[in-house]
């Protein structure tokens, strides 16, 4: 079955950029969407289609698909940013979530 | 505004059969194109997807998991119901449902949430 493959954590300070990575066998000849969900929450669509960004979702929030690596980049993190980002795509007629990165903003 | 709530047993017994129920506003499921999600997160560990039913009733099942589940919806009282035979402590997680449309690959919104913790 199709595996994607996320950093367990990733680590910034408040006004950085964070970079998110999601890796899977020719990922870019999918479609990525990537959830925040924040603890006690239920998950929140912050990039759809690769890079398309839902409404309400701050401009600071882009995403890129290219070759085996999709990308979720955070600009002028904020300390309210912290929290899990997972990835998905489908796969086989089902949905495949990636193991999800816990990012800090130290 | 859509909504969606999950409902059900918070705690449960080795080979029980879990039975969730999704309660959701904001749309429904007589309208062509949608469909509710089951997902589910493991303390620590990964979102997995579970089941996906649709408008017109096309079902949708996790392949490793597909022998366990079934999934049932209730349009005249906007519920989704989701049952899960012989739990296990592996079982133990955070059950979501969600709303997605058959033309879009993302699911969304989501419930707030269930923990269900399977032990005896």
């Known amino acids: 079955s199709y595996v994607l493959t996320q950093p367990p954590s990733v680590s910034v300070a408040p006004g950085q950029t964070a970079r998110i990575s999601c890796w899977g066998d020719n990922l870019g000849r999918n479609v990525v969407h990537w959830y925040q969900q924040k603890p006690g929450q239920a998950p929140v669509l912050v990039v759809n289609?690769?890079?398309d960004r839902p409404s309400g979702i701050p401009e600071r929030f882009s995403g890129s698909n290219s070759g085996n690596t999709a990308t979720l980049t955070i600009s002028r993190v904020e300390v309210g940013d912290e929290a899990d980002y997972s990835c998905q795509v489908w796969d086989s007629n089902r949905p495949v979530f990636g193991g999800g990165t816990k990012l800090t903003v130290l | 505004q859509i909504t969606l709530k999950e409902s059900g047993p918070t705690l449960m017994k080795p080979t029980q059969t879990l039975t969730l129920t999704c309660t959701f506003s904001?749309?429904?499921?007589?309208?062509?194109?949608?469909?509710v999600g089951w997902i589910r997160r493991p303390p620590g560990k990964a979102l997995e997807w579970l089941a996906l039913?649709?408008?017109?009733?096309?079902?949708h099942y996790s392949p490793f998991l597909k022998s366990r589940l079934s999934i049932t919806k209730y349009t005249s009282k906007n519920q989704v119901v989701l049952t899960l035979t012989n739990m296990d402590p592996v079982d133990t997680a955070t059950y979501y449902c969600?709303?997605?449309?058959?033309?879009?690959?993302?699911?969304?919104?989501w419930g707030q949430g269930t923990l269900v913790t399977v032990s005896s």
């Open positions: 289609d690769d890079s």
């Open positions: 904001g749309f429904s499921l007589t309208t062509g194109g949608v469909g």
């Open positions: 969600a709303h997605k449309m058959d033309y879009v690959g993302w699911f969304g919104p």
């Open positions: 039913i649709y408008w017109n009733d096309d079902k």
